[in-house]
């Protein structure tokens, strides 16, 4: 084989290479490895195609040769269709030949027990040794719709004619890629690309899609993510794509339940791999929608609606044919918290002006009269230059299917003027009036859960804050600290703590450093919740009382754990205006998080609670106060006093900074409760827990 000069680097290898070579191709398109052949044939690739198949001379009336080093000319890409033994023996042979990028069709590696994981060792030695990138395991292949590169196995690239388009999809699910393509298509949506980032042990989602941004013709992208594999890579390309301009939404499923057994605090709970990925995502600058088929609608939606550079509910003026088609999307979009607010009597003046009565409700319904053009025309110019909306509904019943010219056409026409983005609602099935919107780019909505789940991604899409790189390491046991060595890890922070001392249990006691009345909690790192043990007594308010209660704690704990406990932790008794947990943990996947909720009882009991990448700043701390429902009680609720919530943000900001803390890393540390003082008088933890690693 003789080598090219001119030969891609692999990141244009992967979507733009001038040859591709099939390896284990089948002579049978019908079948899974015969298909790319037949797909790129189909679709016209502008590139060379070079055959693989060791048992025969032809495939498919082409010319095969025995191996890739029989190729006359070395192929970019190569498609590996074999099984997992031979597909490692091919890429070996990609390694050999410097071939830059390669995408391994087979399962059977990390997935597939003890084989598989001998097989993915293989592979990873093989990795190691550089040269060739790879896509998958267990990719299904990429597309290029705009240079006819199909390069997969997906049997959804039979269907002809798809729609080219803006949009980049990278999947960690093959199987959905086909089904974005054929609901797509159904919609009128089109796409640039698709690329099945599979097991992902070499190019991961995030430098998969950063291959294309720079490509004029790609303006956005649809994640499907089941988990976030080289988060630092995927923040990367958001952070890039938000500065070209180019929108990313995702739609997340899957649970990793890494590191959660070796939780040993609430934060562990509080801060699971869903709502991780949810604070990561925002933080990137990604919209998340709920559903598959809000993930196909939102785009439009985001390339009118910028990010705001803090969440914000939106504001939605709605106007409609039919007001019960209209109630159910404004019920969904208020579940998900976005504002739909009526016209203001300047508007309503204007509406009438146009001769349009806009009525006294929330919603402007026209009824019957909606579905004239002029009508629905001069409602629309009217809302979408009032100032009071981020976002103008048009809700279209049944003449969005039987005429669309009357109710549709004029919200395509009002779409291409300056002012408020303006999106459709139809309440019917109507696909030609859906294919209209999409050609034309405007956002249309097939059902309500979907509307207000898009609407909702769109409007609280937020300017990408994260601009440090991510603190991402193994999760390890590590060492559990006593409540009295978290006490001291916290206020090396700036936390402040009950005073405390720390009393053997075999030794006199001693004068106490502080008044009565006092807890006794028991001291021991191997019993992180001393309740459950029976280990904590409250309201202790003499020498002798202190006494009886170190021999209860001791008899509790010795019967409900079959521990004999050696040490107990006395603290002073205070109380709060209310109770908080503040929390820290080094989650798997994205690195250091910080956690508020409801605290005391109340943190299992209602898991009011928000968290952020760690660490945080104070303007970052003071929103993630406003989000907390429970917050409110602080904050002056009805009358009653307020608790020092500047000094709750000043703690949340410390906490989060042990992200940052030299010696050994600190994996979680929790504060439950923190007592919220009155105002001015500060915040004060009254517990604590830590694990560190060893």
Known sequence: MRGDSKVAAWSEAVLNPRRVALVGVSDDPSKTAGRPLAFLRRAGFVGDIQLVNPRRATVQGEKAHASLSDLPVRPDHVFILTDAEKALAAFAECQELGVPVA????????EAGERGAANQARLSALLAQGGTRLIGPSSIGVVNLHNGLTLTANAAFAEPDLPKGGIFVGSHSGSLIGALVSRGKRKGIGFAGLVSVGGESDLSMGSLCGTTLDD????????????????????????????????VAAYKLGRSDAAAELAVSHTGSLAGADEVADVFLKECGIARVESFEGLLEVMPLLERLPA???????????????GGGAAMAVDQMALRGVDVVPASDETRARLRAA?????HGRIIDLTLAGTRYDVMKATLDVLRAAPEFDLVLASVGSSARFNPDHAVQPVLDAAGGPGTPVAAFLVPDAPEATRRLAAAGVPAFQDPETCGDAVAAAMHR???????????????PGRVLDEAESYALLAATGLPVAPHVVLEVEAPLPDLPFDWPVVAKVLDASIPHKTDAGGVVLNIRSRDELAEAIATIRSRVAERTGHQIRRILVQQMTKGLGEVLLGFRRDPQVGPVVVLAAGGIYTELYRDSTLRLAPVDRAGAVRMISELKYARILDGFRGGPRGDLAALADAIVAVSRLALVDGPAVEEAETNPLFVLPEGAGVLAIDGLARVRA
């Open 355 to 359: 001769g349009v009565d806009p009525g």
């Open 462 to 476: 937020t300017v990408a804050s994260r601009s440090a790189p991510l603190d991402i390491r193994d999760p390890v």
């Open 308 to 322: 705001g550079a803090t969440p914000r509910r939106g504001r939605v003026g709605v106007v409609t044919t039919t």
């Open 103 to 110: 995408t391994i069709l087979s399962a059977g590696f990390a």
């Open 216 to 247: 004029p013709r790609v303006t956005s992208y649809m994640l499907f993510l089941e988990t976030l594999r080289d988060a630092e890579s995927l923040r990367s390309f958001a952070l890039a794509a938000a500065e070209r301009g180019k929108p």
